[in-house]
């Protein structure tokens, strides 16, 4: 098991920047594939991001790919999410989520999750 905290949302205009950050205590951290996803009002969860182990190997979704860089400190347990040019678009509470199993988009496939940081993109 595993507990997440998530933290480094706020409001930033367009094209602006954000970190965020997520922290894990518990067991074997290392060992879990981390995700970040987010959801905004009224839609499901989407994948946004994950990592295997290392930040070795990363995916992310297209609509955040050369925006958005993901990485993994496992001596500090610690995640980051590093957000640029950001759009209105990209408004959502933001979710670190840890998963046993094999790299995944999907979140049924992540069994821990955060309480999320809500990320606010004025236009």
């Known amino acids: 098991q595993v507990q997440l905290v998530e933290s480094g949302g706020g409001l930033v205009q367009a094209g602006g920047s954000l970190r965020l950050s997520c922290a894990a205590s518990g067991r074997a951290f290392s060992s879990y594939t981390m995700g970040w996803f987010r959801q905004a009002p009224g839609k499901e969860r989407e994948f946004v991001a994950a990592i295997k182990r290392s930040d070795y190997i990363t995916y992310y979704a297209d609509s955040v790919k050369g925006r958005f860089t993901m990485s993994r400190d496992n001596a500090k347990n610690t995640l980051a999410l590093q957000m640029n040019s950001l759009k209105p678009e990209d408004t959502a509470v933001y979710y670190c989520?840890?998963?046993?199993?094999?790299?995944?988009?999907?979140?049924?496939?992540?069994?821990?999750w955060g309480q999320g940081t809500q990320v606010t993109v004025s236009s």
């Open positions: 989520a840890a998963a046993t199993g094999i790299i995944s988009s999907r979140s049924s496939d992540y069994a821990y």
